[in-house]
């Protein structure tokens, strides 16, 4: 039983498009995140959700927007996409409110490339 | 503000000898610091977090951590490595408002 699941695992689209990508986790936990990595493997935190409340808005732009529609859900919709958003996304969660210093179980990413 | 520098980028060890994989941070809070480690194209698993307990953190897969608040470090340690060791490893320092990951050590084990 998957405990972080993102769909779809690969994406691939064109410079333009308007894309959606699904986290679900089924661990009762109470924050939820969205990681882009790079092709250096870098990782940014891009949001962040507390009981489908945004506690982290780093700095991405507003194409990106995340809807959690219940706690156990946070997905990530991207406008009018470019190519430099070809990445890695990895959705996340954590246990508690306290969620920058709580271990974070990772799903298993979804590679995005916009041609 | 916090920060996390890995100092190596890749490093590479035969099997059966010992893995160091270094990391440095800086924060102005008590922070948590983790290690993460990502097989290829799969998501990140905890390896071990320091959170103000002992010092001396032990995980999973036989590595461990010291935090060395004199030095700022949390240097990963194995003492044997496994072809299955090898990964990307990611350090994390983390306080109350902010969490910070490392760019990465890429890890290769030889036979």
């Known amino acids: 039983d998957t405990a972080v699941s993102q769909t779809p695992k690969y994406l691939v689209t064109q410079m333009g498009n308007d894309k959606s990508i699904k986290c679900e986790q089924n661990l009762g936990h109470d924050t939820m995140y969205w990681y882009k990595q790079d092709s250096k493997k870098f990782l940014k935190i891009m949001f962040s959700?507390?009981?489908?409340?945004?506690?982290i808005n780093e700095t991405v732009p507003n194409r990106f927007s995340p809807k959690s529609p219940d706690k156990a859900h946070l997905n990530l919709h991207i406008n009018s996409l470019e190519l430099g958003d070809s990445a890695v996304y990895f959705c996340a969660s954590s246990q508690g409110a306290q969620a920058v210093q709580e271990t974070q179980y990772f799903g298993p990413g979804t590679r995005l490339l916009v041609l | 503000a916090q920060s996390v520098t890995q100092l190596d980028s890749h490093v590479s060890v035969s099997e059966g000898t010992p893995v160091l994989l270094r990391c440095n941070y800086s924060?102005?809070?008590?922070?948590?610091l983790f290690w993460y480690v990502q097989h290829p194209n799969k998501g990140l698993q905890l390896l071990l977090k320091?959170?103000?307990?002992?010092?001396l953190v032990k995980g999973i897969n036989g590595f461990e951590a010291e935090f060395k608040k004199s030095e700022t470090s949390f240097h990963l340690t194995k003492p044997s490595a496994h072809m299955s060791d090898a990964a990307e490893y990611f350090c994390v320092v983390s306080d109350m408002h902010d969490m910070r990951f490392g760019a990465g050590t890429r890890l290769t084990v030889k036979p």
């Open positions: 320091y959170t103000s307990a002992a010092t």
């Open positions: 924060s102005s809070y008590s922070p948590s």
């Open positions: 959700y507390n009981n489908k409340e945004l506690i």
